[in-house]
């Protein structure tokens, strides 16, 4: 079974940065299109950003772009999202997912094949 594991999230000031780890459980996370959700309390989950694994190509939610890097490590089997100059409203818990695909057609990479339980990452001073 595809499975995937985040890590890196937690309390972080205003202005201040994390990174956030996706690994996945026994096989090459460069077979699929990762992307990168959040979902903060009492809202919708929505699309962080998608990387494809056919060409590595990024997407990002406009609001995020420039803050917000994904990458992927093909060495560490591991994908990134690099978050810069957080602000409270960023606060969610933050989840990795597979793609059914091997591109992303945007920075929302439904259809899923499997989703990570989640990182919590709260921005307060």
């Known amino acids: 079974q595809v499975q995937v594991v985040e890590s890196g999230g937690g309390l972080v000031q205003p202005g201040g940065s994390l990174r956030l780890s996706c690994a996945p459980s026994?096989?090459?996370?460069?077979?699929?299109?990762i992307g990168w959700f959040r979902q903060a309390p009492g809202k919708e989950r929505e699309g962080v950003s998608c990387?494809?694994?056919?060409?590595?190509?990024?997407y990002y939610r406009d609001s995020l772009k420039g803050r917000f890097t994904i990458s992927r490590d093909k060495t560490k089997n591991t994908v990134y999202l690099q978050m810069n100059s957080l602000k409270p409203e960023d606060t969610a818990v933050y989840y990795c997912?597979?793609?059914?695909?091997?591109?992303?057609?945007?920075?929302?990479?439904?259809?899923?094949?499997?989703w990570g339980q989640g990182t919590q990452v709260t921005v307060s001073s």
């Open positions: 997912a597979t793609s059914l695909l091997d591109y992303c057609s945007g920075y929302d990479a439904r259809p899923i094949g499997s």
């Open positions: 026994g096989f090459a996370l460069h077979y699929y299109a």
């Open positions: 990387i494809s694994s056919s060409d590595g190509s990024t």
